[in-house]
């Protein structure tokens, strides 16, 4: 081993050291990251605060469970322009500004953007190509920390001094989105009809409008089935 390979494998081994023990200090679990993308288990509450520990001998990363926190994953190093641009993702997202990266490369277009989930948000933990090259990722996904790149003002914040994620972002991991636009789905003839929700559809509005006769009954039986709007 020569002394420009023990001098990096002893930064690596102080970088890995404090990078854990500031993570740890910040309220987040930790696990280690391997080349081949493996980590230790961590889905039962599991974390790794000791770095002398054999698991993070071959790590290459430091992977922070996100658990309450979301994080915006912006990989324009990887895009060749083919994503939005970093200043049109505030008023897409009804902000004035976004946070201030927690981690970014040297070239400042791989950003790591934390954001905090509310409390009983019940939500899927990823939606990876929300955007293309941007994924939004929370509970037990990870965000990795690298060797070489910048941990902004030195440490990441804790969970409660991150800014409220919004609304987008809340949508974007909703285990079922809803839009404005009326859709339609069958219901089985067992489902009473809301009639209510039926006449409050633009087009059944308009049947009501022109002069027929329909009757409730007719309606709640066509093809033994009826169309209510969701």
């Given at each position: ?27 987040y ?9 493996r ?6 509450g599991q ?15 430091v ?19 083919d ?7 505030p008023?897409m ?12 490369n040297?070239d ?10 509310p ?9 990876d190509?929300w ?13 990795h ?13 804790r ?8 609304p ?26 809301n ?36």
């Amino acid at each position: 081993m020569n002394s420009l390979t023990a001098g990096r494998n002893a930064d690596l081994s102080i970088w890995f050291s404090e990078t854990v023990c500031m993570v740890h200090q910040q309220g987040y679990r930790v696990t280690p990251v391997y080349k081949d993308g493996r980590t230790e288990r961590y889905a039962n509450g599991q974390t790794y605060p000791d770095c002398s520990a054999p698991e993070w001998e071959k790590a290459i990363a430091v992977g922070v469970v996100l658990d309450g926190a979301i994080l915006l994953d912006y990989d324009g190093n990887k895009a060749q322009g083919d994503i939005t641009p970093l200043d049109a993702l505030p008023p897409m997202m009804g902000l004035d500004s976004l946070p201030q990266p927690v981690q970014e490369n040297t070239d400042g277009d791989s950003l790591h953007f934390l954001f905090r989930r509310p409390e009983g948000f019940q939500c899927k933990a990823s939606n990876d190509g929300w955007l293309p090259h941007i994924d939004v990722k929370t509970g037990n996904q990870l965000m990795h920390l690298k060797p070489g790149k910048i941990v902004n003002d030195s440490e990441l914040p804790r969970l409660a001094e991150l800014p409220p994620a919004p609304p987008m972002l809340l949508d974007a991991l909703a285990s079922k989105s809803f839009d404005a636009a009326p859709r339609f789905r069958y219901a089985p003839r067992s489902q009473p009809l809301n009639l209510i929700r039926l006449l409050s559809c633009p087009i059944f509005a308009a049947l009501f409008r022109t002069p027929c006769k329909l009757s409730v009954r007719n309606m709640n039986t066509y093809s033994g089935q009826h169309v209510i709007p969701i």
